[in-house]
Nanobody, 127 residues
Framework: QVELMESGGGSVQTGGSLRLSCTASGWTFAPNSMGWFRQAPGKEREGVAAIFTADGRTYYADSVKGRFTISREYSKNMMYLQMNNLKPEDTALYYC????????????????????WGQGTQVTVSS
């Protein structure tokens, strides 16, 4: 059974940094794409960053471009999200996700395309 587990969340002040990690286990084959999503209270889940497994192409939400970096360490079945210059509006529950579907580049930040999810890790940014 495939499992995804996030870690690395916490509380920081504005301008601080955090690195989220996602550990994958139980793969029989690698997902086609993986991503980070977040959901703040009262808001819909939104895609933050995604990466295609085959060629490493990455995509980011406009709100995090230049501040967040997604990466994968294939040998360890790990995925990371380096978050710099954090803002209060980044406060949310962050989820790691994987997709076994074939997604287009314009679908990769939509949660509808992902069928594997972790439990989430909380990120809180105070002003």
């Amino acid at each position: 059974q495939v499992e995804l587990m996030e870690s690395g969340g916490g509380s920081v002040q504005t301008g601080g940094s955090l690195r989220l990690s996602c550990t994958a286990s139980g793969w029989t084959f690698a997902p086609n794409s993986m991503g980070w999503f977040r959901q703040a209270p009262g808001k819909e889940r939104e895609g933050v960053a995604a990466i295609f497994t085959a060629d490493g192409r990455t995509y980011y939400a406009d709100s995090v471009k230049g501040r967040f970096t997604i990466s994968r360490e294939y040998s360890k079945n790990m995925m990371y999200l380096q978050m710099n210059n954090l803002k209060p509006e980044d406060t949310a529950l962050y989820y790691c996700a994987g997709s076994t579907l074939v997604l287009r580049w314009d679908q990769v930040l939509s949660s509808h395309g992902y069928n594997l999810w972790g439990q989430g890790t909380q990120v809180t940014v105070s002003s």
